[in-house]
């Protein structure tokens, strides 16, 4: 990617461990395209913060003080939908997993990960797309797809929009969905937009659970 030309994602931190913090800081903030504006080490002061800063992207904890980072999350998103939320935590358990992403976290990512992982999971949040491990992924369809209400696709969509968000489910990027479409990635960029707008949510994984819950997507012809 070309830091120089791309757009600065501003962030906030949250997590109570100081230390924590300053070694995620001082990852991001080596990237040109990247800035800390500001941390929290709350679920509350999360909130607090996201309304004063308005960040693109928020890393959150999971396990707080007071409240914890699945109640921050979906307070964050009832009331900042474009927000983009990636959890940044130690807890893999599909309990957590499944209840942030509920929440509208945009991804899910352990604090384990390699620093190329973590920085490729914050330029994917910030643009909209997805940031889920593919075992991950995987098992969040599957639990999703048990909890289906069929809702005609018809009366929010346009059958391309319908077909842009089917194929994003499959984890493809924009790149391949305009290859597999034979359109151009600016396109499919204004039609996730669209869906976005339509849905009101603020990313590909939110886009994609909405589509599973309704009965839009067939979790079963997904590699």
Known sequence: MDTAEAKTISLLLVDDHPVVRKGTRDL?????????VGEAESGEEAITQARALRPDVILMDVSMPGMNGIEATR????????IGVLVLTSYDDDAYVFALLEAGAAGYIL???????????????????????????????ERFS???APTPAEELLSPRELEVLRIAATGRTNKEIARDLDISPRTVQVHLAN???KLGVGSRTE?????????????????
Do not use: C, Q
């Open 195 to 197: 869906i976005f707008s």
């Open 75 to 82: 307070h964050i998103k009832a009331e900042m939908p474009t």
């Open 146 to 148: 048990n909890h289906v």
């Open 111 to 141: 604090k384990n990960a390699t620093e190329d992982e973590l920085l490729g999971a914050v330029r994917a949040v910030a643009a909209g797309e997805s940031a889920l491990h593919p075992s991950v992924a995987r098992k969040v369809l």
């Open 207 to 223: 886009a994609v659970l909405y589509g599973i819950k309704r009965g839009w997507i067939d979790v079963t012809t997904i590699d």
């Open 28 to 36: 991001l903030e080596g990237e040109r395209d990247l800035h800390v």
